[in-house]
């Protein structure tokens, strides 16, 4: 987004990561917004001071990444940042069912990122991959079961777990291209969210990017492999 005085400041790694959701829901909502995007360094030594120098002088009460500014206001964790900016469109679930919904999904897509983060970036990662995926169906069986005949994760109404799920399930597309392939519901929507207007459009932008997902020490996701 352009530059403006007013403009909430997100800060990352320069990937996806855990801010890509950040992205989706900050190019939804129309928040006017900067990035400042940090480079971690090539092989061997991965060097990531361009961090590490101003970790502990960004007044952040938790030093961490993704962070984000609005003013006075400075959050880090990427749940809390997504909550902060979905509470201010009215993204949270209105009735007491989507925001239980919306609780419970939260958490449980978190668990599914964090699984496939700690699989990339392990050393193991070669022994590791063919455990991940016979698992896979198991967990993306449960989101479609839980989704149904809904549009949105929380029932009928688009909330900020929305972007979560798509983001992770996206990641997960890309390292198994077929994984969605049993779940109709799930591939529907994806593609419902790509088709809405904001998110479409920031899709054919050139602030969108599809790689890297993961950082430079990752073995798996800085291109797409066939």
Not at 145 to 165: P, Q
Request: charged letters at 25%; proline letters at 4%.
């Amino acid at each position: 987004m352009s530059s403006s005085k007013s403009a909430m400041v997100l800060g990352y790694w320069d990937i996806r990561g855990l801010a890509h959701a950040i992205r989706l829901l900050l190019e939804f909502t129309g928040t006017s917004y900067e990035e400042k995007r940090y480079t971690c360094g090539e092989a061997p030594d991965y060097d990531i001071s361009q961090w590490l120098d101003v970790k502990f002088k960004l007044d952040l009460d938790f030093p961490n990444l993704p962070y984000l500014m609005d003013g006075k206001n400075k959050i880090t964790q990427s749940n809390a940042i997504m909550r902060y900016i979905a509470r201010k469109h009215n993204m949270c679930g209105d009735t007491e069912e989507e925001k239980i919904r919306v609780d419970i999904v939260e958490n449980q897509i978190k668990d599914l990122h964090l699984q496939l983060i700690q699989l990339s970036y392990s050393s193991d990662y070669e022994k590791l991959k063919p455990q991940y995926l016979e698992q896979l169906p198991v967990q993306l069986k449960q989101f479609s079961l839980f989704l149904g005949k809904f549009s949105w994760f929380a029932g009928e109404k688009l909330t900020f777990v929305d972007f979560h799920i798509y983001e992770i399930l996206d990641q997960n597309r890309i390292f198994e291209p077929k994984c969605l392939e049993e779940f109709p519901n799930l591939k529907a929507f994806m593609c419902r969210f790509e088709a809405l207007e904001k998110i479409a459009a920031y899709m054919q932008s050139d602030r969108y990017f599809k790689m890297p997902i993961m950082n430079r020490m990752a073995y798996w996701g800085q291109k797409i492999t066939c």
